[in-house]
């Protein structure tokens, strides 16, 4: 790869890495403050909001992760970024199939969880199958730069 390009790619992924960064732990925060707060006497909806925070961090840390990748390499398209972009996939549609905690019914002293899947939740699980989609793409898109580096 031209030098020239990957110190741009460098420099323009620093003020996005250290961004996602903070987001990331922002979240985390959240996380936190809904278990405390759900431990103090709050509802299970505080569960669920908790639960969306560490899925939210979760995201925004494998982001931070392959953001500092490219910045260390300079290279896009590698195995590793690949990898997190197959585990961000994984995580948004394991996300968006998971059904809120608030949504608990108590029938007779019986307990049931009820399942839908509303349109917020499809959207989830649409996102990540976008984004295995853009993992397969930068699957080639190593391919072609292994080619690449072995022509140069």
Not at 100 to 125: H, V
């Amino acid at each position: 790869m031209n030098n020239t390009i990957s110190n741009s790619l460098k420099s323009r992924t620093f003020a996005d890495t250290i961004i996602s960064c903070l987001l990331c732990f922002v979240e985390l925060g959240f996380a936190v403050y809904h278990i405390i707060e759900y431990i103090c006497g709050g509802t299970p909806e505080c569960i669920s909001n908790a639960v969306y925070s560490f899925i939210i961090a979760v995201e925004l840390g494998l982001l931070s992760l392959i953001l500092l990748e490219i910045k260390k390499t300079g290279k896009p398209f590698s195995k590793k970024i690949i990898i997190k972009l197959r585990a961000m996939a994984l995580v948004l549609i394991i996300g968006g199939l998971m059904p809120r905690i608030d949504e608990i019914t108590s029938e007779g002293g019986n307990e049931a969880l009820s399942f839908t899947l509303n349109s917020t939740n499809m959207l989830i699980i649409f996102i990540g199958i976008m984004i295995g989609i853009l993992s397969e793409i930068f699957v080639y898109g190593h391919s072609l730069q292994q080619d690449n580096d072995l022509i140069a």
